[in-house]
């Protein structure tokens, strides 16, 4: 059994964790979405785990964060796209779409139901730590990204609770999950609860589509 990628860091890096996690459900050729671009790091994890002939979109609000994303792509192969917030719906075709606009737009940007979703928290590393994600757009997002995922596909969130708001936004998040549906959905929590400070993992499993109406 091949060991999670996590095992061999620090406990509290969460992002490995969630990279393992997603792993486990996603196939080449499938479609994944990043809900937070920051500088890459998940967004170039997903498009390995989907491969050239697969498909994922990035959010960000900073073009910065795009760019830096775009760069980190790009030197690692993938075929990226710069997309304009009045640009949305977004064709679907293999490679990278690196959208500027807020993540609360999702249902309107997506078409497809994508086997991964991620979102890491908070603010840009090396950017301005007042410009962070809130809670009211945060779970907005959550709320259409669960709605359209895959069934058996997964949504891995990481939390930090440590800057200014942080604890705020964690205390949605963890609400958002635990009153999810356990007919519909398979949660998982990963923290350490001896340090309040440290990040946190959510990642949703959907089990049944679920029905309206």
Aim: glycine share 10%.
């Amino acid at each position: 059994m091949k060991p999670f990628a996590g095992t061999s860091n620090n406990l509290s890096r969460m992002i490995p964790w969630s990279h393992d996690l997603l792993t486990e459900v996603v196939s080449p050729g499938d479609f994944a979405v990043d809900l937070t671009a920051g500088r890459g790091q998940d967004t170039l994890a997903l498009w390995r785990m989907v491969g050239e002939q697969g498909r994922v979109v990035a959010f960000d609000v900073q073009q910065d964060a795009l760019r830096q994303t775009q760069q980190r792509l790009q030197e690692a192969g993938a075929a990226v796209r710069m997309v304009d917030q009045d640009q949305p719906p977004l064709t679907v075709q293999p490679g990278v779409d690196l959208l500027n606009c807020c993540h609360s737009r999702y249902a309107e940007v997506i078409a497809g139901t994508p086997t991964a979703i991620i979102a890491n928290l908070g603010y840009l590393p090396g950017s301005d730590q007042q410009l962070i994600t809130e809670s009211e757009t945060t779970l907005d997002a959550l709320r259409q990204a669960l709605g359209g995922l895959a069934v058996g596909g997964r949504l891995a969130v990481v939390v930090y609770p440590g800057h200014a708001g942080g604890a705020e936004e964690a205390t949605s998040v963890d609400c958002f999950f635990s009153i999810l549906d356990s007919s519909n959905y398979s949660v998982l929590q990963l923290q350490l609860p001896n340090r309040t400070q440290a990040p946190g993992l959510y990642v949703a499993e959907k089990r049944t589509e679920i029905r309206r109406g």
